[in-house]
């Protein structure tokens, strides 16, 4: 117990840092983020930094497994409330889509954008763990559709073949295609109207 509450302060300071450091990296990138811009957001020393995260690269797999965990509860509860609505993989999967666009919508300026795309485009940055991270995230998202989609194409034979593996690739892509056309045409409902336009094609690819 007394270990337990011992600790509580410097959770909640390594949080508030992944905090500070997911806004400044999904607004400008790891490269153009520094460790002192950090550090004083936070109102630590350079130290206290460092006390948390070694460097970038461990700054980076935090921020990368805090985006798998995060990602994977939100879109599990949306599975999960599909599969209460709807015993039928397709209704479950157009289900989760639209919960998911509407989850986009309600984000306050709308969703700024996604730690693994920052990850990816400057991978130059990073060591082979902080890029073997980034890939299982981009894996975990694939896996949690794909079983979907398989289960779909049983039931609703689709009008062209697909690999569901590539068909949840594609959800994925729509995505995070759409986080950055959303964000460079200052646009931010346009995410939400991508995911659903996605959610329209995939309907009309499947015999309902």
């Given amino acids: ?3 337990d509450i011992a600790e509580r302060p410097t959770r909640g ?3 508030r840092i992944l905090e500070v450091a997911h806004a400044a990296v999904v607004a400008k990138g790891f490269d153009a983020t520094s460790i002192d811009e950090i550090a004083a957001a936070v109102e630590i020393t350079r130290a206290g930094f460092f006390y948390h995260f070694p460097d970038k690269n461990a700054l980076a797999r935090a921020l990368i497994e805090r985006q798998i965990e995060e990602e994977g509860r939100m879109i599990n ?3 999960a409330r599909a599969a209460e609505l709807s015993d039928d993989p397709l209704q479950q999967l157009l289900i989760t889509l639209r919960l998911m666009g509407e989850g986009y919508a309600e984000v306050p300026g709308g969703y700024q954008g996604c730690i693994l795309a920052s990850a990816t485009y400057q991978d130059r940055l990073f060591d082979a763990e902080v890029k073997a991270a980034n890939r299982r995230a981009l894996l975990a998202f694939r896996e949690r559709f794909q079983g979907l989609f398989e289960r779909i194409a049983a039931l609703h034979p689709p009008r062209e073949p ?3 593996a590539e068909m949840a690739d594609l959800v994925n892509s729509v995505i995070e295609g759409a ?3 959303a ?3 200052g646009d931010p409902p346009l995410l939400t109207r991508q995911v659903l336009l996605a959610r329209q094609l995939i309907k009309s690819l499947y015999r309902g």
């Fill in 1 to 3: 117990m007394t270990q």
């Fill in 13 to 15: 300071k390594r949080d």
């Fill in 77 to 79: 509860g949306f599975l």
């Fill in 162 to 164: 697909v690999d569901p």
């Fill in 179 to 181: 986080i950055i056309l």
């Fill in 183 to 185: 964000r460079g045409m």
